[in-house]
T-cell receptor, first 114, second 110 residues
Framework: EAQVTQNPRYLITVTGKKLTVTCSQN?????MSWYRQDPGLGLRQIYY???????DKGDVPEGYKVSRKEKRNFPLILESPSPNQTSLYFC?????????????FGPGTRLTVT | GIQVEQSPPDLILQEGANSTLRCNFS?????LQWFHQNPWGQLINLFY???GTKQNGRLSATTVATERYSLLYISSSQTTDSGVYFC????????????FGKGTMLLVSP
């Protein structure tokens, strides 16, 4: 089954404790991306990657890091989480083929930073 | 950047009613998708529809790319249709970044 998986699905942590949210896709997609969703602000892009070893900032990259060492994985790293990073996070993937631009979203990770 | 406007912002229906949700966008697009966010927060892919018409059960969607709008039709609504419906677009040359509208919150009551 074609899917995007994220782990963990729920996480409560404390300020300053480094964490990683994993994202994996099994569709051989070149493109992967991270979004955060906040009430009143909608979904905003954090980082994206057009292929292995190619990453770029989205609209709200401050406080986040990413890496793309393998095509299927695109982890989101919070080196020193703060309460303003409490949010619902989504990973997405898509093909850069001109035949279809459809994107697929993971189930979301609900993060609370106290 | 590209602007995406959805209407109405909120909608309350009785079970069995039909509804139409609208998405207007300000530039030419490669990609237009409709999502349903369920009460658990999951984004469910409804349609990939940069142009044309598609149907899936009680749901259908139409995108008129030349006039820069898309419509999502829900017929015979059920309580499980409740949630937020998002339209998201990728403008041509947009490096695959999806821009989301603010959504339409739908409540279907029994």
């Amino acid at each position: 089954e074609a899917q995007v998986t994220q782990n963990p699905r729920y996480l409560i942590t404390v300020t300053g404790k480094k964490l990683t949210v994993t994202c994996s896709q099994n569709m051989n997609h070149e493109y992967m991306s991270w979004y955060r969703q906040d009430p009143g602000l909608g979904l905003r892009q954090i980082y994206y990657s057009m292929n292995v070893e190619v990453t770029d900032k989205g609209d709200v990259p401050e406080g986040y890091k990413v890496s793309r060492k393998e095509k299927r994985n695109f982890p989101l790293i919070l080196e020193s989480p703060s309460p303003n990073q409490t949010s619902l996070y989504f990973c997405a993937s898509g093909s850069t083929s001109v035949t279809s631009y459809e994107q697929y979203f993971g189930p979301g990770t609900r993060l609370t930073v106290t | 950047g590209i602007q995406v406007e959805q209407s109405p912002p909120d909608l309350i229906l009785q079970e069995g009613a039909n509804s139409t949700l609208r998405c207007n966008f300000s530039d030419s697009v490669n990609n237009l998708q409709w999502f349903h966010q369920n009460p658990w927060g999951q984004l469910i892919n409804l349609f990939y529809i940069p142009s044309g018409t598609k149907q899936n059960g009680r749901l259908s969607a139409t995108t008129v790319a030349t006039e820069r709008y898309s419509l999502l039709y829900i017929s015979s609504s059920q309580t499980t249709d409740s949630g937020v419906y998002f339209c998201a677009v990728e403008r041509i040359g947009g490096y695959s970044t999806l821009t989301f509208g603010k959504g339409t919150m739908l409540l279907v009551s029994p």
